[in-house]
């Protein structure tokens, strides 16, 4: 540990960037608080499929993707689902997604994923050995699987650009897959193994430990929604705490997930940050043995082995934070997982939903607020923020110490959409 300073640095949020941000400050030798308006892992930690998906460098603006939309939202069991009522709030942020399809944006936006998902392991194992939690890291690869050889083809270009960012795969023909994966149906032409894809067995068990270790470091836990953060002459001074005194602080942190874009409004920030809902189904006893996370490239879903059972996920929801969750989502991909395993025995288990906080082009936020100086920001990490939680961490504590960060950090600005 670091000598102890006189500097109170606050967190909002203790998600998996939260909680990992936390221990890099408190490494630091910081006096840090997590403030949560829920239970840790509480959010988008808690449910999702755990894929350390290191190579998911292909953004979800892309060419094609826009023209898919309209068959996705017609077929009933498709990947995304647009709730109408929320539509004219959601044209100004699909009107930049659809600008971020550009080729030379898909190119800056997947180089700017990959210099994070490249670091992205290495940045969490000695936070996993000091917490006594080696054993929630699988090794075990993610397979893609197809049903036939022309879906396969239609993927390569997506395939290769992750092989171009120095992340490989590979091909496995229909008789290694029966080999590798016993319960799957035998109908499937052939899959891909995605290199160096390896899990985390329970999501919301990693991001509690962590946890659990900041407090045993001597870290604070605050339970209390923030409404606000006080500011004078462009520096932080307090926040303000649902139901509590105003706490004061010398540094602020916002890792608040999708709740994150009201927060950066309250200091001149208006960050395009959007709310995609994800669901999922754990099953406890599904009676199918699976041994490797699999990716059901024609479903858009991942099933993962989990330590609860078998978790079924994906889909995105769009709208707003406010909306109840709609259960048939996760019910819809559970029974499309019978498809993969002819013999299993229930897809019935616990639901989920979570709000996966998403920028236009697929790139979190990490920077420093534009009117407060002692605000970092570190937020909108879609899909892979159980991935790259750890080096987000550390770029938020290179950040507060004002030392050189280990990555630049242009293609994360909150004024990249100004």
Request: some cysteine; aromatic content about 8%.
């Amino acid at each position: 540990m670091a000598p102890e300073t006189q500097q109170r640095v606050a967190v909002i949020g203790a998600g998996i960037v939260g909680v990992c941000s936390a221990l890099e400050l408190q490494k630091r030798g910081y006096r840090v608080t997590l403030v949560e308006a829920r239970d840790p892992a509480a959010g988008a930690s808690a449910g999702n499929c755990g894929l350390m998906a290191v190579g998911a460098v292909v953004p979800f603006a892309k060419p094609g993707t826009f023209k898919k939309v309209p068959g996705w939202l017609l077929d009933a069991k498709g990947p995304l689902s647009i709730r109408p009522s929320y539509l004219p709030t959601l044209l100004p942020w699909m009107t930049r997604f659809l600008m971020a399809a550009r080729p030379s944006r898909v190119r800056a936006s997947s180089l700017g994923l990959a210099a994070l998902t490249e670091r992205a392991l290495g940045a969490y194992e000695p936070w996993l050995e000091a917490a006594g939690i080696r054993d929630i890291l699988k090794p075990r690869e993610t397979l893609v699987v197809y049903e036939t050889a022309a879906e396969f083809h239609r993927d390569r270009a997506d395939l290769e650009m992750r092989r171009e960012r120095g992340f490989g795969h590979d091909f496995v023909p229909h008789d290694e897959l029966r080999a590798l994966e016993p319960d799957l149906a035998d109908d499937f032409a052939c899959a891909v193994r995605l290199k160096g894809w390896v899990y985390f067995a329970d999501p919301a068990r990693l991001v509690r430990s962590l946890h659990g270790l900041f407090l045993e470091q001597g870290g604070r836990f605050v339970a209390g929604r923030v409404t606000g953060i006080d500011h004078d002459n462009g520096v932080a001074t307090s926040l303000r705490v649902e139901g509590q005194e105003d706490m004061a602080a010398d540094h602020v942190v916002i890792a608040a997930g999708a709740w994150s874009r009201t927060l950066a409004a309250g200091l001149g920030d208006a960050v395009p940050l959007e709310a995609l809902a994800g669901y999922s189904t754990t099953v406890g006893d599904a009676g199918v043995r699976l041994r490797h996370p699999i990716t059901y490239s024609a479903g858009g879903f991942v099933v993962t082995p989990m330590e609860g059972g078998l978790r079924i996920g994906g889909t995105i929801e769009m709208g707003g934070l406010d909306h109840a969750p709609d259960f048939r989502r996760a019910r819809t991909i559970a029974q499309q997982a019978r498809r993969l395993f002819p013999g299993i025995a229930s897809v019935e288990g616990k639901e989920w939903m979570g709000y996966r906080p998403f920028m236009p082009d697929t790139l979190p936020v990490i920077d420093r607020a534009s009117r407060c100086r002692n605000v970092v920001y570190a937020f909108g990490h879609g899909q892979v923020g159980i991935t790259t939680g750890a080096i987000t961490g550390q770029l938020v504590a290179q950040l507060v110490a004002g030392e050189p960060t280990s990555i630049d950090l242009q293609p994360y600005s909150a004024q990249r959409f100004a």
